[in-house]
């Protein structure tokens, strides 16, 4: 069909040309499609491909979280047991030490209702020697019971905190020996602690635990221990506070100086640097006393003892004390070098407070309580007294921890009152008679084969004692003074010609009143 004819077809028959044509169009818009979603099909399948990648990278991540989460788990669990398994140790040994504790205190009631018993059983219908019994029952109990082990039994007889061990010999003494030294020397002993240990007095210098012989030189000269020695050894060599009531002359400085000497030769060498030991008395002449008697007993153990008073220059003491381990002083020389930051006494674990009644009389409560707040609250404090007044126990229960409190003489009230022991002879008479009768009580107690002994004569005031001190000489004895209107000097002079016998007589004030033994 030519040209023509087709459009004679069309101009014939427009409606089905138009047909025609729509059914091209959408062939070809079919074919468009059809390569389109080919086109996508391709694009999403690596989608979807990348897709399942990551799904399994997160089912990894999960399960590796998953798996460090069981793990964490696990370990708190294991921790929680190892917490309760020590809990449970932690529970058994308290119920350990509850038992242990149980049966020292099952032990410590056995022992006492025995030491009952055995009081009623040594008792007597004289009141003095009932008291006396209790004394001895009570202070050596760990000779008439068996002793048990260390942990559960009050009565040991090593102590493991200081290292006293009562002298084997000594233990294996007949009770009655004991009783008879108690009673004859009028040995009154209290503790306030009723389970502590119960250690016999050292009656014998040989039972005193001092190993280097050099340190026993000071008790060469005597016999046996003093009363106060013998009572007081076995609380002090403990580690025990204590208040020793007992007359002026009774032996106190060795009492003290043994204990202290032996507990600082007892540390290791680093740690004896520094003063380690404070004792404090009323006077400079009892002082010096003290400071001569613990040095011979120091000398022997490497240890410098000082001596600190007033009247005095202070630049000798204060160069002594950067070397010192023991210092004796008077409270007011040693307050002020405190205050001035010149004396250190901050590691004294070893605190003595001699004639403290003396000291407060003269009015040093305050100096002394200065003192003791500048020592460390972990210490041995003892205090000696001739006599026990409200002031001195007062004083005595700021600061000292269970003390044990030891009375030698009769006078178990410790009020003031004459020494039984010296005879006292009192004459009254006529101010202008003094002088004369004087005179002759001196060449009737220095004749013969006393013609040496020495006499000390006491004068109320110190213009007093001068003028006695003159009138002696004049008369062609030996003799030197001692009172407040002397030098240091002058004093230390008169006391030591005295004690050498250079002169026999020594006219004094109350300043010499109580110089120890």
Same mark, same amino acid.
């Given at each position: ?9 069309? +101009? ?27 086109? !996508? ?26 798996? +460090? ?7 708190? #669990? ?38 009952? /018993? ?12 009932? +008291? ?91 016999? !046996? ?5 013998? +009572? ?13 009531? !007992? ?39 009892? !002082? ?46 040693? /307050? ?28 040093? #409560? ?52 004459? /020494? ?29 084969? /006393? ?67």
């Amino acid at each position: 069909m030519g040209k023509r004819a087709i459009a004679e077809v069309v +101009a014939e028959d427009p409606v089905a040309v138009s047909s025609d044509s729509l059914s091209r169009k959408k062939s070809r818009k079919d074919k468009s499609e059809k390569s389109k979603k080919r086109s !996508a099909g391709e694009e999403i399948e690596p989608a979807a491909n990348g897709s399942v990648e990551d799904e399994v990278e997160d089912e990894a991540s999960k399960a590796e979280r998953k798996a +460090a989460k069981k793990a964490k788990k696990e370990a708190k #669990e294991s921790k929680k047991a190892k917490k309760a398994k020590k809990a449970l140790a932690e529970d058994a040994s308290e119920s350990d030490e509850a038992a242990a504790k149980a049966a020292r205190k099952a032990a410590r009631k056995a022992e006492k209702k025995k030491l009952k /018993n055995l009081e009623k059983g040594e008792s007597t219908a004289d009141d003095t020697t009932a +008291a006396s019994s209790k004394v001895v029952s009570e202070a050596t109990s760990a000779a008439t019971s068996k002793p048990e082990s260390p942990i559960t039994s009050p009565e040991s007889l090593v102590d493991t905190s200081s290292g006293y061990s009562e002298h084997p010999e000594l233990t294996n003494l007949p009770q009655s020996q004991i009783d008879s030294f108690l009673t004859s020397k009028f040995v009154t002993i209290d503790d306030p602690l009723p389970a502590a240990r119960k250690l016999r007095p050292i009656i014998d210098f040989k039972y005193l635990p001092v190993a280097n012989e050099a340190m026993r030189a000071p008790f060469a000269s005597f016999s !046996a221990p003093t009363p106060i020695q013998a +009572a007081t050894w076995p609380a002090l060599l403990s580690g025990r506070d204590m208040i020793g009531v !007992a007359e002026t002359g009774s032996g106190k400085t060795l009492a003290f100086g043994v204990p202290c000497i032996r507990a600082i030769s007892a540390l290791p060498k680093k740690e004896q640097r520094g003063v380690k030991a404070v004792i404090v008395s009323p006077t400079r002449e009892l !002082a010096s006393q003290i400071h001569e008697q613990l040095v011979k007993m120091a000398t022997p153990a490497n240890l410098e003892v000082v001596c600190v008073y007033g009247g005095v220059p202070k630049d000798p003491q204060i160069k002594a004390l950067r070397t010192a381990h023991i210092v004796v002083a008077t409270p007011g020389r040693l /307050n002020d070098l405190i205050g001035d930051g010149l004396a250190d006494i901050s590691k004294a674990e070893y605190v003595v407070l001699d004639e403290a009644d003396r000291m407060l009389d003269k009015g040093f #409560e305050e100096a002394i309580r200065q003192i003791i707040q500048c020592t460390p609250s972990k210490r041995q404090t003892l205090m000696f007294t001739a006599t026990w007044p409200e002031s001195v126990r007062k004083l005595a229960s700021t600061f000292m921890q269970s003390p044990v409190k030891i009375n030698i003489g009769e006078n178990t009230t410790g009020e003031l009152r004459a /020494n039984v022991r010296i005879k006292q002879i009192v004459e009254v008479m006529d101010g202008k008679d003094k002088n004369f009768r004087l005179l002759q009580a001196l060449k009737q107690y220095q004749s013969g084969k /006393n013609k040496d002994d020495r006499i000390l004569v006491f004068c109320l005031y110190k213009k007093e004692a001068t003028r006695v001190e003159d009138f002696i000489r004049q008369r062609g004895f030996r003799v030197a003074g001692i009172h407040g209107d002397l030098s240091q000097e002058k004093r230390t002079a008169s006391l030591e010609a005295f004690k050498k016998g250079a002169v026999s007589l020594l006219v004094a004030t109350d300043v010499a009143a109580r110089y120890d033994q």
